[in-house]
T-cell receptor
């Protein structure tokens, strides 16, 4: 089945630094989603991407749908302590096709 | 965020118990999902309901029994579980259509511990 490779697995950064993480797939997707999950909570949708090449921002977060439709990245600028959590990418062909999730990137921000 | 709610938030049960997890979505969506999240594993899709019809069962053991009485409510009935079933169980909903722009919204999850 389809698999997503999400990297890095974990990141330790200082407050104020920028962060970049990405996902790559062995096959194409029509939808890329980025979620953040806090401990003991469900994933919260951050950004949804529906078109190859699309670049979308949500506050300090920016995500791009790769032009090949096989990858996506998420950038966080000027990180703050509340950015701590696990970030998941997810891809889908759309319609009734199920979402495929990456294993997550655990972000730690040191004040 | 109260789009998708789940109860209870925490549950401890013995292997001989019977319990149910409840999910309710207030987003007007037509599809609902159950996922299992274990430590250091990707999210595992368990069941999918589309317009109240079960469209996917990802080889889930029969000790997990889903029920979808209407498009807003989803249950997961649990009986004779095993300790390895301890995990965070997440419910999600989405609006399936022809646009291909399907986005799933998650509930807060039920943390289940089987003793």
């Amino acid at each position: 089945g389809q698999q997503l490779n999400q990297s890095p697995q974990s990141m330790f950064i200082q407050e104020g630094e920028d962060v970049s993480m990405n996902c790559t797939s062995s096959s194409i997707f029509n939808t890329w989603l980025w979620y953040k999950q806090d401990p003991g909570e469900g994933p919260v949708l951050l950004i949804a991407l529906y078109k190859a090449g699309e670049l979308t921002s949500n506050g300090r977060l920016t995500a791009q749908f790769g032009i090949t439709r096989k990858d996506s990245f998420l950038n966080i600028s000027a990180s703050i302590p509340s950015d701590v959590g696990i970030y998941f990418c997810a891809g889908s062909l759309g319609g009734s096709e199920k979402l495929v999730f990456g294993k997550g990137t655990k972000l730690t921000v040191n004040p | 965020e109260t789009g998708v709610t789940q109860t209870p938030r925490h549950l401890v049960m013995g292997m001989t118990n019977k319990k149910s997890l409840k999910c309710e979505q207030h987003l007007g969506h037509n599809a609902m999902y159950w996922y299992k999240q274990s430590a250091k594993k990707p999210l595992e899709l368990m069941f999918v309901y589309n317009f109240k019809e079960q469209t996917e069962n990802n080889s889930v053991p029969s000790r997990f029994s889903p029920e979808c009485p209407n498009s807003s409510h989803l249950f997961l009935h649990l009986h004779t579980l095993q300790p390895e079933d301890s995990a965070l169980y997440l419910c999600a909903s989405s609006q399936l259509g022809t646009s291909g722009q399907e986005t799933q919204y998650f509930g807060p999850g039920t943390r289940l511990l089987v003793l």
